[in-house]
């Protein structure tokens, strides 16, 4: 495996373990809670009964379902600083982006469309 691919990875569960720690936060109003309780009124019953088995699943049931769907930045000196994540199924066109700063911590977690 290449260090570009390790690295990706490595970002990938460092920025789902960062909005998974966002929901301790307790902000309401955090771009993950806005992303959660947006699509638990948008989006029917049936698509939550068919992926997490429940017709109104928690805020923790959707945000375990996210997956990547990009990530970008400055590849030259491995710095892959962007990463968006959203529902399976091309359900909406909003992500939660986890951008990374110079030293690879996790800078800003945002809802973005």
Not at 64 to 85: A, K, N, P, V
Not at 101 to 112: A, H, K, R, Y
């Amino acid at each position: 495996m290449s260090n570009s691919k390790k690295a990706i990875e490595h970002r990938t569960a460092t920025a789902l373990d960062a909005i998974k720690r966002s929901l301790d936060d307790g902000n309401d109003d955090s771009g993950v809670s806005l992303f959660a309780s947006h699509h638990l009124e948008e989006l029917d019953a049936a698509y939550w009964k068919s992926h997490v088995g429940t017709p109104r699943p928690s805020v923790k049931q959707i945000i375990d379902l996210l997956e990547l769907r990009s990530h970008w930045g400055d590849e030259d000196d491995d710095g892959i600083d962007t990463f968006d994540f959203t529902l399976p199924g091309k359900v909406t066109d909003y992500v939660i982006s986890v951008r990374f700063d110079d030293d690879g911590e996790v800078e800003d977690i945002s809802m973005e469309s």
